[in-house]
């Protein structure tokens, strides 16, 4: 018990340590549409969205929905609760993560050791830094972890406590996100080898049978209502995606083939020697412009299946060396199943998205962990000589060491990024607040800039359109409903959307080309009168307020 509380508080005061300075970070995209959905529904956003069979499979996400309405509901654009939030189920994932890695290699020290691979892990790092994604994936990894510690301790026991257990916190791991699914073909295997492996006879339970009947059935009606819904314009492989079936057949297979060397060696590497390698190569591509795309998305794929095939020879002699092979049966399906909730995931490049590695990290830290052992345990046979195994020791650990910082290093460039982008986003915000505190009942907002972010005519550094963004910032501060019809119609969400409307007696218009504004007050649509104006200077991160300039232009 004591050694669990340490270890607990170990990997906790490391965590907060890596990372640190996310407290001083802001929203970043899906956080703003979060509580603008939030301040218009209300108490209703944990269940609004899908069909009744959507709920029934849990595909709204409640729990997470639930977590969103305490977190970003009750603490409007503050961040220190959501950063409290993120840091303590890393270090939760982190400590089951060591009860599963002790449960197979047996020794306090590599389990920690291996563990902090997964703490460290620059690219799945984007679970724990994105607030939009972490409320459902970080608590959904504790109870896929939870449900796989008791499930085993079912098999050793057959107590049925124990599987009741593990139905429970699979289920309530669904509530968060759908991650856990892959969970329904793990167990009914892992319980057939595991009689063969420790018992030498077949045995398959009708828990079993239930549980694979169960999770094929619930796989099918998401596949159709997944595969036959999209379109070729999203980022998930439907039926309208050229060659959509082979497309997943295909993902199922190089998905976590590729990421075992992605999950190992971060982006921050593969992506500028993939950009080398083209240069090299095929610096033909060059002038044309293509060599960008060519490099992230064929090259950086070369690369990641030629480093995984590297990895994987020496991960399997030491693992095959072990005499005890049930970890392996186990742990090797837990990392190819758990990439199934992905396959449908067209990838932005050659790497999925970040948050998407959280989970398959767990397994593939089991793997090493088993890898270090055989290699260790090799090592101590071979030579008995403490003169000769000591500097084996020692530079096998300054590797270890030097490949932890060199991925803390990763992250803590990521978290300087968002600070600094934060620092200037809430600069900005709080001066069109100053400037103009209160939105008016027909309000037009005009902002035009030095610089275009991310698109162009976007003037101001942020992920999503800037009109929804005043539109939540205006409804808390000034608590006022009026603004929800806007805030449930999206249409400001997306970049680069301008326009004005009215709805039940507000009206309400966002515009960055004088142009569009010019039209709209030549339609009739408002007055001139209405319209507030800003200028954004980026390299000095100011707004001015520049509405009686604008006013007598028009």
């Given at each position: 018990?004591?050694?669990?509380?340490?270890?607990?508080?170990?990997?906790?005061?490391?965590?907060l340590?890596?990372?640190?300075?996310?407290?001083?970070?802001?929203?970043?995209?899906?956080?703003?549409?979060?509580?603008?959905?939030?301040?218009?529904?209300?108490?209703?956003?944990?269940?609004?969205?899908?069909?009744?069979?959507?709920?029934?499979?849990?595909?709204?996400?409640p729990?997470?929905?639930?977590?969103?309405?305490?977190?970003?509901?009750q603490?409007?654009?503050?961040?220190?609760?959501?950063?409290?939030?993120?840091?303590f189920?890393?270090?939760?994932?982190?400590?089951?993560?060591?009860k599963?890695?002790?449960?197979?290699?047996?020794?306090?020290?590599?389990?920690?050791?291996?563990?902090?691979?997964?703490?460290?892990?620059?690219?799945?790092?984007?679970?724990?830094?994105w607030?939009?994604?972490?409320?459902?994936?970080?608590?959904?990894?504790?109870?896929?972890?939870?449900?796989?510690?008791?499930?085993?301790?079912?098999?050793?026991?057959?107590?049925t406590?124990?599987?009741?257990?593990?139905?429970?916190?699979?289920?309530?791991?669904?509530?968060?996100?759908?991650?856990?699914?892959?969970?329904f073909?793990?167990?009914?295997?892992?319980?057939?080898?595991?009689?063969?492996?420790?018992?030498?006879?077949?045995?398959?339970?009708?828990?079993s049978?239930?549980?694979?009947?169960?999770?094929?059935?619930?796989?099918?009606?998401?596949?159709?209502?997944?595969f036959?819904?999209?379109?070729?314009?999203?980022?998930?492989?439907?039926?309208?995606?050229?060659?959509?079936?082979?497309?997943?057949?295909?993902?199922?297979?190089?998905?976590?083939?590729?990421?075992?060397?992605?999950?190992?060696?971060?982006?921050?590497i593969?992506?500028?020697?993939?950009?080398?390698?083209?240069?090299?190569?095929?610096?033909?591509?060059?002038?044309?412009?293509?060599?960008?795309?060519?490099?992230?998305?064929?090259?950086?794929?070369?690369?990641?299946?030629?480093?995984?095939?590297?990895?994987?020879?020496?991960?399997?002699?030491?693992?095959?060396?072990?005499?005890?092979?049930?970890?392996?049966?186990?742990?090797?399906?837990?990392?190819?199943?758990?990439?199934?909730?992905?396959?449908?995931?067209?990838?932005?490049?050659?790497?999925?998205?970040s948050?998407?590695?959280?989970?398959?990290?767990?397994?593939?830290?089991?793997?090493?962990?088993?890898?270090?052992?055989?290699?260790?345990?090799?090592?101590?046979?071979?030579?008995?000589?403490?003169?000769?195994?000591?500097?084996?020791?020692?530079?096998?650990?300054?590797?270890?060491?030097?490949?932890?910082?060199?991925n803390?290093?990763?992250?803590?460039?990521?978290?300087?990024?968002?600070?600094?982008?934060?620092?200037?986003?809430?600069?900005?915000?709080?001066?069109?607040?100053?400037?103009?505190?209160?939105?008016?009942?027909?309000?037009?907002?005009?902002?035009?800039?030095?610089?275009?972010?991310?698109?162009?005519?976007?003037?101001?550094?942020?992920?999503?359109?800037?009109?929804?963004?005043?539109?939540?910032?205006?409804?808390?501060?000034?608590?006022?409903?009026?603004?929800?019809?806007?805030?449930?119609?999206?249409?400001?969400?997306?970049?680069?959307?301008?326009g004005?409307?009215?709805?039940?007696?507000q009206?309400?218009?966002?515009?960055t080309?004088?142009?569009?504004?010019?039209?709209?007050?030549?339609?009739?649509?408002?007055?001139?009168?209405?319209?507030?104006?800003?200028?954004?200077?980026?390299?000095?991160?100011?707004?001015?307020?520049?509405?009686?300039?604008?006013?007598?232009?028009?």
């Open positions: 018990m004591k050694r669990d509380v340490f270890i607990i508080i170990f990997f906790f005061a490391i965590i340590f890596l990372y640190r300075d996310l407290i001083q970070t802001f929203y970043q995209q899906d956080e703003w549409h979060t509580l603008g959905t939030l301040r218009a529904e209300g108490i209703s956003y944990i269940f609004s969205g899908p069909s009744l069979t959507g709920l029934l499979l849990l595909e709204n996400r729990l997470a929905r639930l977590t969103n309405l305490v977190l970003f509901g603490f409007p654009l503050n961040i220190i609760p959501l950063f409290l939030f993120s840091t189920f890393h270090t939760i994932n982190s400590y089951l993560l060591y599963i890695a002790y449960r197979f290699i047996r020794n306090h020290f590599f389990s920690a050791l291996v563990v902090l691979f997964f703490i460290f892990n620059a690219t799945s790092k984007q679970a724990v830094l607030f939009g994604a972490s409320t459902g994936t970080l608590p959904a990894v504790s109870f896929i972890l939870l449900s796989i510690l008791f499930f085993l301790n079912f098999l050793h026991s057959k107590k406590f124990y599987l009741i257990g593990s139905v429970i916190t699979l289920s309530i791991s669904l509530g968060f996100k759908e991650n856990a699914l892959f969970l073909l793990l167990f009914p295997f892992v319980e057939f080898v595991y009689f063969i492996s420790k018992k030498n006879k077949v045995k398959v339970s009708r828990f049978f239930f549980f694979l009947f169960l999770g094929i059935l619930i796989f099918v009606l998401k596949f159709l209502s997944l036959f819904t999209v379109t070729s314009n999203t980022r998930y492989i439907g039926s309208e995606v050229s060659g959509g079936l082979l497309r997943l057949v295909w993902a199922a297979i190089t998905y976590p083939f590729e990421s075992l060397s992605q999950i190992i060696i971060p982006g921050e593969i992506f500028p020697l993939s950009r080398k390698v083209t240069e090299i190569i095929f610096p033909y591509f060059e002038p044309t412009g293509y060599a960008g795309i060519i490099s992230e998305q064929i090259i950086v794929e070369f690369i990641s299946v030629l480093a995984a095939s590297l990895f994987i020879l020496p991960i399997l002699f030491f693992l095959f060396s072990r005499k005890e092979k049930w970890p392996i049966i186990f742990s090797f399906p837990f990392y190819l199943l758990a990439f199934i909730p992905f396959i449908v995931l067209i990838k932005p490049n050659g790497y999925l998205e948050r998407y590695y959280y989970l398959p990290a767990a397994p593939l830290v089991l793997i090493i962990g088993m890898g270090f052992q055989g290699f260790f345990g090799g090592l101590k046979r071979i030579t008995n000589n403490i003169k000769l195994s000591l500097p084996i020791y020692s530079v096998t650990l300054f590797l270890i060491g030097f490949y932890l910082i060199m803390a290093g990763f992250i803590q460039d990521q978290i300087s990024f968002l600070k600094e982008r934060g620092a200037i986003q809430r600069h900005i915000l709080s001066e069109i607040l100053v400037k103009h505190p209160i939105i008016a009942q027909r309000e037009v907002i005009y902002i035009e800039s030095d610089h275009s972010f991310i698109v162009p005519n976007n003037p101001l550094p942020f992920q999503n359109g800037i009109g929804y963004t005043l539109l939540v910032v205006y409804a808390y501060k000034n608590n006022t409903d009026r603004l929800n019809p806007f805030l449930l119609d999206n249409f400001f969400w997306k970049l680069g959307n301008q004005y409307f009215e709805k039940n007696g009206g309400f218009g966002f515009f080309d004088l142009t569009k504004l010019k039209e709209e007050i030549a339609n009739e649509k408002f007055k001139k009168e209405n319209i507030t104006a800003f200028r954004y200077n980026s390299e000095k991160n100011e707004i001015y307020d520049i509405t009686r300039e604008i006013q007598k232009k028009l």
